[in-house]
């Protein structure tokens, strides 16, 4: 590996030498969590390719790009994050021209000679420009805050629009990744040591999942079969293994593995009574999972819903706030709905949690996959006029409320192992 990197920066740097007029940009390699060696070795593959390019080569930053974003083959983009990824060199190749850059090229102002016979006129005709513009000054007013108001309203109408258009394309991947199952609070078996790699360790506690969930009663006469194990970087719970997510061969492999594993939970079978199984939605269907539960959580101590049981259907591709009575739903409330009508319903330390979940795969996207939308915007929404969306300063690193502005995190790794990034 080392002597391919070594050959590619060499060509690299000396190309970018020999053609001084020529911009050489490189972007960082992408995540890959196939084939096995890479995902492993990813980090210092990527620092040593990096570092090994020399000046004038042009280093660009890391693409937003993460593990959850890949196909199950664990190389190929799903269809957002490509979408991403495209802009993403779109703006290196040509990026957005700043305020700055654009006053250098208005044309430079040419130096009149004026003789001394007409200074009088020149300041006659200024004075009655002046005189003219101040009285215009409160109409214009009148009518930038019109336009500015209308802008707005426009802004938030295809934030809603595309909101939802969003959340349609995150439920076709949701149904793409139905052959993958997230296990949580598997018991540890006495004696268990890790292996001496993350890899090796992962495919270890398959094994032991494997023969487990083997041993339990068939649903039915399908076996099944686990092509990969990824761990999920959380904290550790003492008895238990770390949480992780299996990859099936196919759907009907993940639903015989969801339905035992059901099954010996309800029947209370040794070793299965606290063994959690879920679905594994895309990353952005995780943080409206998360938004509703904190509204639902509110809904439920509302006196107007103190007959109703108030849940979200957090396993569905596209999940919603369930309002049943008498055990039968009588309403769903999506997710963009939920967020127009209830968002200020969602806390402080709520927003700081979701931000977290977002990571910085949407960091500057929040406000179009999620309807949280700039403070200055609030009140000057006619399309949700009345409602107090959750929002964020886009782009800006920092998550507004309108008590006071709030650091954020991202909480991201790749499980036992992992070092983190600098």
Known sequence: MAGVITNLTDVINKAAKDARGTKFIVVPPTIRTSPVWMFDHFELFKKTYMDLL???????????????????????????????????????????????DEMLETEPDVETVVGDGDVAGIHTKLDKLIQAMSSNTSNNDTKFNKIESSIKDLKNTNLVSFARIKEDLDSEANARRHNIIVIRRFPMPNGFKPEGTARATANKI??????????????????????????????????????????CAEVGNAVEIRNRIIKARKEKLRGWEDVEVSNDPVKSTRVRIFLLQCIARKLR??????????????????????????????????FVSAVSTHGEMVEVNDITKARRIAGKVYAGSLENYFVIVPEETINASATLSGSNLVHVASGSGTITTRKRPLPTASARGRGVGTKKRK
Not at 216 to 242: A, H
Not at 321 to 327: L, Y
């Open 54 to 100: 020399m000046d004038p080569v042009i280093k660009a930053a890391d693409p937003p790009i993460g593990d959850n974003d890949l196909r199950s083959d664990g190389v190929h983009l799903t269809d957002m994050p490509l979408v991403r990824y495209r802009q993403y060199i779109k703006e290196i190749i040509q990026p957005p021209q700043s305020w700055a």
């Open 301 to 334: 101590e509302m006196a107007v819903n103190k007959d109703e049981e108030i849940s979200v259907n957090r396993y569905s591709d596209t999940p919603n706030i369930i309002f049943k009575r008498d055990g039968k739903v009588v309403r769903q409330l999506g």
């Open 206 to 247: 398959k094994d032991i999942f494997v023969n487990e969930v083997r041993k339990v009663p068939k649903i039915s006469d399908d076996d099944f079969i686990v092509r990969s194990i990824y761990l999920i970087p959380v904290p550790e719970k003492t008895g238990f293994f770390q949480d992780f997510r299996l990859v």
